[in-house]
């Protein structure tokens, strides 16, 4: 009976501990996955909103001549060129490009940046940077919380501590504001942006 108890112990001992380092291990592949595209996103769009909102670049009309289709599947990306016009008509521009797709002779309001790219303009473009960066803000906090569950499933007493102490009821409920307020602020921010782009030419 002993020699069967401990047989039977032994034998889950192994299953226990690969299924944990199992989950250890995709939950830091989740989080690390999630806190990147929350960070990555966030910068990059929070970066084109500046033109967006015509606080960088040059501001002008830019007629679309032709557009070029490259890549496959999820690579595949559509760039516009055409002639760009500042609004002061110091600047002519007839290699200007912007990274959407438009019918040739479209006329759009867009900010040129130093290397001839443009960026649309107006509420349409600002509202779906706005809800890009909210969904962003999700998913770091998802990524973060993924790393420190991944942290208490290896060490789950140290873990626990440091749980309890970097989430104490006040910055719980900070955070549960922060998601909610990020909800909110994508619903309404998409809603707008959507309604915005099928106005669009």
Do not use: N
């Amino acid at each position: 009976m002993r020699t069967g108890r401990v047989r039977a112990g032994t034998g889950s001992e192994p299953k226990t501990r690969l299924g944990r380092i199992a989950m250890v291990l995709f939950m830091v592949f989740a989080g690390v996955l999630f806190s990147g595209l929350g960070i990555a996103g966030a910068v990059g769009l929070a970066g084109d909103m500046r033109y967006s909102t015509r606080m960088s670049g040059t501001p002008g009309l830019l007629r679309i001549t032709y557009c070029e289709t490259s890549g496959t599947g999820k690579q595949r990306h559509t760039d516009c060129y055409g002639v760009f016009r500042s609004d002061d008509h110091r600047l002519t521009d007839p290699y200007a490009s912007i990274g959407e797709s438009f019918k040739a002779g479209t006329v759009l309001p867009v900010q040129r940046d130093a290397r001839s790219h443009c960026y649309l303009v107006g509420v349409a473009p600002t509202a779906g940077r706005l809800a890009g960066i909210c969904a962003a803000v999700v998913a770091l906090v998802g990524g973060l919380a993924s790393l420190c569950g991944a942290f208490a499933t290896a060490m789950p007493r140290l873990g626990g501590r440091i749980g309890a102490a970097l989430w104490s009821p006040g910055a719980g409920r900070l955070l549960k504001w922060l998601l909610l307020a990020c909800g909110i602020g994508f619903a309404l921010f998409g809603v707008t942006g959507a309604i915005g782009w099928l106005a669009m030419p």
